[in-house]
C-alpha cells in the first residue's frame, strides 16, 4: 500500500509536471461560465472539460487532473469516460472528495471544511472508477480577529481524518490549507498566520498516522493581502513562501503543489519559476492551478465552438509557461510565443 502511495506522490510531481484543478464545484464553475459569458449547464460544463482533457500537447507538462463528481462519471462526446481518457494519455486522475467550507458554529465569520460523512465508502468507489489521488481544501480567513485558534485546530483535524481515510483506500491525498489572500494584511502576517496553520496541519497529520512520503501538500503563496498598499515583489514572495514552508514542512513530504489563488497568470507563473530557480528544496516544487491553467481558455471559448482551436491553444500555453516554471525554465519571452503564433 505504501508503495503505490509513494509511486502516485512522485508521478504527480514528476519533473516538468504538475496538476490540473478542474475540479470546481458546480456552483464555482457555473459562476465562472457566467462571468465569460456562457449559460451555465451540465453540457456546458462537460464541453468545457472535454475542450482541456482533449487538448494536443498539454499531457506533456500536466501529470495530474483533479475532477468534481459530476465530471468523474461524465465522458467526452463520443463516449470515452473522462477518468479513461486521462488515464490513456498517463495522466493521474484525481477527485476532489471535500463538500465545501461551511460555517463553523460558534465563529461564523470563519469556515469549516465538511465532507466526512461516508468518505470511507465514497473512496473505495473513486479508487475503482481510476481514482488515484484526492483533494481536501481547508479554507483559512485573515482580518483584525482572524483567523481563531479554534478554526485552525478544526480545519488541521478535519484535513489528517481525510489523509488518512484516503491513505486507507490507496489514494494519495493532496492536503490544502489554503490561506486566503482577500484582504489589507501585509506579508508579514500572511507569512506567520501561514506558518501557524502548517504548524498545527503537520501536528495533526502526525497524530494521525499519516504517511507523509504518501501525500502531497497543496499551499497558498506567502503574498501579501490583494487591497494591501505595499506589495512585495515577486522575489520577496518566493523567498518568503520558502522560508515559511522550510520551518513548517517534513523533507519526507515529497512535494509542495502551489494554488494560483487568484494571482494574475504571469505572476502565478513568475513565482513558481523563481521558487524552482532558488536552488535545491527538500520537497519538489510545483503546482495543481485551477485558475491560473485554465482562465485564459475559458475567456477565449465563451462556450463558442468556433473558439475551441483558440481556446485549446491558450490552455496549451499556459500548461507549456507553467511546466518551464516548475524546472525553473520559464522567461517572459515565452509568454510573447503566443501572440506570434497566431
Ligand atoms: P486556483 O489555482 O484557482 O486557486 O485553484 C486551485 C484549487 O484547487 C483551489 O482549491
Redesign the pocket.
Known amino acids: 500500500m505504501s508503495d503505490e502511495l509513494r509511486e502516485t506522490a512522485a508521478a504527480l510531481v514528476a519533473q516538468g509536471k504538475g496538476i490540473l484543478?478542474a475540479?470546481e464545484s458546480n456552483g464555482t464553475m457555473d459562476k465562472r461560465l457566467k462571468a465569460a459569458g456562457v449559460e451555465p449547464s451540465e453540457e456546458m460544463r462537460r464541453s468545457l472539460r472535454e475542450l482541456l482533457f482533449t487538448t494536443e500537447g498539454a499531457a506533456q507538462h500536466i501529470s495530474g487532473v483533479?475532477l468534481y463528481d459530476e465530471t468523474f462519471r461524465q465522458s467526452t462526446s463520443d463516449g470515452t469516460p473522462f477518468p479513461q481518457l486521462l488515464q490513456d494519455q498517463g495522466v493521474v486522475p484525481g477527485i476532489?472528495v471535500d463538500t465545501g467550507a461551511k460555517p463553523l458554529a460558534g465563529a461564523e465569520e470563519e469556515k469549516i471544511t465538511e465532507g466526512l460523512d461516508g468518505l470511507r465508502e465514497r473512496l473505495a468507489e473513486y479508487y475503482d472508477g481510476g481514482a488515484r489521488f484526492a483533494?481536501w481544501?481547508a479554507v483559512i480567513g485573515i482580518d483584525d480577529h482572524r483567523p481563531s485558534r479554534y478554526c485552525i485546530h478544526v480545519n488541521a483535524h478535519a484535513l489528517a481524518r481525510y489523509a488518512a481515510l484516503c491513505q486507507e483506500a490507496r489514494i494519495v491525498p493532496i492536503v490544502?490549507p489554503?490561506v486566503l489572500m482577500d484582504g489589507v494584511h501585509t506579508i508579514d502576517r500572511a507569512e506567520s498566520v501561514s506558518e501557524a496553520v502548517l504548524a498545527a496541519v503537520f501536528d495533526e497529520l502526525r497524530e494521525q498516522r499519516v504517511l507523509l512520503e504518501g501525500m502531497l501538500l497543496?499551499p497558498n503563496m506567502v503574498l501579501a493581502g490583494y487591497d494591501c498598499s505595499d506589495q512585495p515583489t515577486d522575489d520577496v514572495v518566493a523567498e518568503r513562501t520558502l522560508r515559511c514552508l522550510r520551518r513548517r514542512v517534513p523533507a519526507a513530504v515529497p512535494g509542495i503543489v502551489?494554488?494560483?489563488?487568484?494571482q494574475s497568470d504571469e505572476d502565478?507563473t513568475t513565482r513558481l519559476n523563481l521558487m524552482n530557480q532558488m536552488g535545491p528544496q527538500p520537497w519538489e516544487i510545483s503546482f495543481?492551478?485551477?485558475?491560473?491553467?485554465?482562465a485564459a481558455a475559458l475567456t477565449t471559448w465563451q462556450g463558442n465552438s468556433d473558439k475551441l482551436a483558440a481556446a485549446q491553444a491558450q490552455y496549451r500555453h499556459r500548461a507549456k509557461c507553467t511546466g518551464a516554471a516548475r524546472r525553473g525554465e520559464y522567461s517572459g519571452a515565452m509568454e510573447r510565443e503566443l501572440a506570434t503564433s497566431r
Open positions: 484543478a475540479d483533479i476532489k483533494k481544501r490544502e489554503e497543496k502551489f494554488l494560483s489563488g487568484g502565478a495543481s492551478y485551477g485558475r491560473g491553467l485554465q
